[in-house]
C-alpha cells in the first residue's frame, strides 16, 4: 500500500486561495483565477491552453507580477513555477509563510 504521506513530494505547503489574476504571454493578457499558491508556484485556472515549459507572468494579489513557467497541466488551467533570483524567493517565501500562519490561525478560530 503506498504511503499517502510520502507521495506529495512538494518542497513548499500551497495555500488555497481563489483570486482573480492577469496572465500575461507574448504582449497577451488573459484573466485567470489563482487556485492555490505556494513559495515555488501556483495552481491557475484559465480559458487558454499554454503548452508546457511556456514563460509567462501572473500579477499575484499582495505580491507583484512573478515570472513563472508552466510546468503541468491541469483540468481547467496549469500547475507554474516561479522563475525568481533567490533574493526575491527568499522574500516571497516569508510571504506566503505570513499567509499560511494566518489561515491557519483562522481555521483554529473558526473551529472553536
Given amino acids: 500500500m503506498p504511503d499517502l504521506h510520502n ?3 512538494r518542497a513548499y505547503r500551497r495555500v488555497l486561495v481563489s483570486n482573480s489574476t492577469t496572465i500575461s504571454h507574448d504582449g497577451d493578457q488573459y484573466q485567470a483565477k489563482v487556485l492555490n ?3 515555488g508556484g501556483a495552481g491557475i ?3 487558454v491552453r499554454l503548452e508546457d515549459q511556456t514563460r509567462i507572468s501572473v500579477n499575484v494579489e499582495n505580491f507583484g507580477v512573478i515570472p ?3 510546468v503541468r ?8 513555477k516561479f522563475e525568481l533570483s533567490e ?7 516569508k510571504q506566503v509563510t505570513k499567509i499560511v500562519t494566518q ?9 472553536l
Avoid: W, Y
Fill in 73 to 80: 497541466q491541469l483540468r481547467d488551467g496549469v500547475g507554474v
Fill in 68 to 70: 513563472a513557467r508552466v
Fill in 103 to 111: 489561515k491557519r490561525t483562522e481555521a483554529a478560530v473558526a473551529s
Fill in 45 to 47: 485556472s484559465l480559458d
Fill in 37 to 39: 499558491i505556494s513559495a
Fill in 7 to 9: 507521495m506529495n513530494r
Fill in 87 to 93: 533574493e526575491k524567493e527568499q522574500a516571497f517565501i
